[in-house]
Each structure stands twice: as C-alpha cells, then as structure tokens.
C-alpha cells in the first residue's frame, strides 16, 4: 500500500521530497515544515476578534486584531522562505489531493484580515490592498489546484482524498465576496459593479458547496471511517455555511443602487437563511462525532494546526447569526450568536496556549485520511 501523505508541521521533515531520514532542523526544519493550512490561524483569530466585538469585548477585539496582523506577517515570511528554499515540497503539497487545500487557508486569511482591520480598525486604505491580494490569490490557488488535481496521472481513491478541507475553497471563494461587500458598505468603491462580482462569487461559493458537500457526505456514510479519519477540518463542513450565511447577510445590508440587488433581496434573504438553517444541523452531528473519537474511540486529544478549522467554524457561525439576526429580527438566533462568540473565545484561547505547549505541534504526525 502506498505510503500516505504526513500532516507536516513546523519543525517536521515535510512529507515531500527526499529520503526518509531525519530533515532539516532548526529555523529550516521550521520552513521546510510548515503546514499548506498555516494561515487557519489567521482565519481563527480574525474571525474571534470580530465575534468578540460583537459582544461588547472591544479591548480583547483590537489585541486579537493588532496580534494577528504581526501572526499574519509571520506567516507570509516562513511561507515565502519556504518557496524560495523548497519549491519542490511547496509545489508537491499544492498538487496533493489531501493536503493541497490548505493553500485556501491562505486566500481566507487574508480576506478575515482585511475585514477585521476595517471593522475594528476602521482602515479602509489598507483593507482595500488586502482585498486585491486575496482576490490574486484566489485566482492563483483556484485555479491552480482544480488544474493540478484534475490533469493529475495518478489519483488517489475517494476515501484517501477528500476531507472537510476541500470546502476551503468554498470558505476562500465566499471570504473574496464577503471582504467586498464590507468595503463597497464602509464607502462607495468600484460601483454597483463591484457589488455584482461580490453576489456572483456569492454564488459559486454556494453551488462548489453543494459539488464538494456531496462528495463528503457519501465518505461518511458509505465509506470506512476510523477515529483518525474524523478529524477537526470536517467542522468546515459548517464553517463553510456560516461565512456563506455572513456574505449573503452583508450583501443584503447594502445601501446602493443597484436594482438588481433589490430584486433579488427575498431570494437572498431566503437562501441565506437557507445556509445559516444547515450549518446548524451540522453542529449537533458534529459534537457527537468529536465526542465518539475522543471518549469512545479514545483517540488522543493532542494540539495539530487542523485544530484551527474548529475554531474558525464556531467564530464564524457567531458573526454570521449576529448579521442574520439583524434581518430577522428574530431572538433566538441573536442568542446562539452571543453563546457562540464566547464559545469560540474559550476554543481560541485552548487551541491558542496549546500551540505553545506543544511548541507549536513539533512533532511529525500522520495526516488523517
């Protein structure tokens, strides 16, 4: 059986390139090392921010904004090292079924920033540069992974491939409109044209949702699935619905005027809350799954940087039920957002010291299939 792929992480070997023995160490080992979904960190603390905000937490909100910015900065350093010293590796990770994704990490990323930075920092100059960097970006990892996965020679099976982290780039896709549709609200930018580029990739994001959440949903209920298997990036599958939900109630809260958008506002309101609806059936199913891995099939409860794809998902559910609930008027669910804003501040703030615990996940650890 061929060997699968290893979650890489810093201070690992990689799982690209070269022999088996021991790779490079030190400031190297951390380069060579960093996971494609490093940039989940920036997701999680952006996303965190703003929930915290909405809770009336402003102090925490800006600490959490002005520690991502240099997190973020970080990151793009070690991962530009990373191009320059090892292509291979880079470029072999972008073309993996398993782990390629986790470059989406990198379009959101930047797109959360961008919007944490104009809500709680209300820097529009800089949010607009970070909007045209995540929408290079996702058209370069777009693209460039559908391409490479496609024209592949070799595939692997289903149940070797797919994982939450393929909604990445329904997460990424929703994060380009989403940031958007923010600035075109902050300030009139770009037009109502640049609002209709927002409500079209609106919709990609939606319809990638329904290709990829298909795909998912038959590996787990028709396919063998262990306690390795069952890993956090499956709370994307949720995460996905919440950003999508937060977009489509970003768009409806614009004040321009285009008739289009007008038009089509029950449509919208209707399919947002379509989104918002699903992503929380997924939340009891999902509780129940990391219940059974960790209590039942004891599987170790350890710090890995996929632990990022669960905080972000519960951070984003909590932004997205405060906007929806601006259009409802409805209290319950302006009481999950609060419940989960704190929810998500606990889950960051674990993930958070654990990460320095473990010195960062130092340790090479198979990547869950």
């Avoid at 201070?11 to 690209?16: E, I, L, Q």
């Avoid at 940039?39 to 603390?45: E, I, N, S």
């Avoid at 800089?126 to 992974?145: D, I, K, N, S």
């Avoid at 990445?168 to 940031?179: D, G």
Wanted: proline share 4%; net charge positive.
């Amino acid at each position: 059986m061929r060997r699968q792929a290893q979650l890489v992480t810093p201070g690992s070997s990689g799982n690209h390139g070269g022999n088996s023995g021991a790779g490079p160490s030190g400031w190297r080992g951390v380069v060579a090392g960093l996971p494609p979904q490093a940039f989940a960190l920036v997701m999680a603390t952006g996303i965190v921010a703003i929930a915290c905000d909405l809770v009336g937490k402003r102090g925490v909100a800006l600490t959490l904004t002005w520690l991502n910015l240099v997190t973020y900065g970080v990151i793009c350093l070690l991962l530009a090292l990373r191009l320059m010293l090892y292509p291979r590796r880079a470029l072999l990770d972008f073309a993996d079924h398993h782990v390629g994704p986790g470059y989406f990490t990198w379009v959101a990323g930047t797109a959360v920033l961008g919007g944490q930075v104009l809500l709680l920092l209300g820097d529009y100059g800089v949010a607009r540069v970070l909007w045209w960097v995540t929408a290079a970006l996702w058209l370069l990892v777009t693209y460039g992974f559908f391409a490479a996965v496609t024209l592949a020679r070799r595939k692997p099976r289903l149940d070797r491939a797919i994982s939450g982290a393929w909604l990445l780039a329904v997460v990424a896709t929703q994060a380009v409109a989403l940031l958007a549709a923010q600035l075109a609200n902050a300030r009139p930018w770009g037009g109502d044209e640049f609002v209709f580029v927002a409500l079209c990739l609106f919709l990609v994001g939606a319809v990638l949702y329904l290709l990829v959440i298909g795909l998912i949903f038959y590996r787990f209920t028709f396919l063998p699935l262990d306690a390795a298997q069952l890993a956090p990036p499956y709370w994307i599958n949720m995460g996905a619905l919440a950003i999508t939900t937060l977009t489509g109630a970003t768009l409806l809260a614009h004040q321009g005027d285009a008739a289009y958008l007008s038009a089509l506002t029950p449509f919208l309101l209707g399919f947002t809350l379509l989104f918002w609806a699903f992503g929380s059936w997924w939340v009891p199913l999902l509780l129940v799954f990391g219940s059974w891995r960790h209590l039942v099939a004891r599987y170790p409860l350890r710090y890995e940087t996929e632990y990022w794809g669960l905080v972000f998902p519960l951070g984003m559910y909590s932004v997205a039920s405060h906007h929806l609930a601006e259009h409802l008027g409805v209290g319950l669910v302006a009481w999950l957002a609060g419940l989960f804003a704190w929810l998500a501040a606990a889950a960051w703030t674990i993930t958070y010291l654990a990460m320095w615990a473990s010195g960062f996940g130092a340790r090479s650890r198979r990547m869950p299939r």
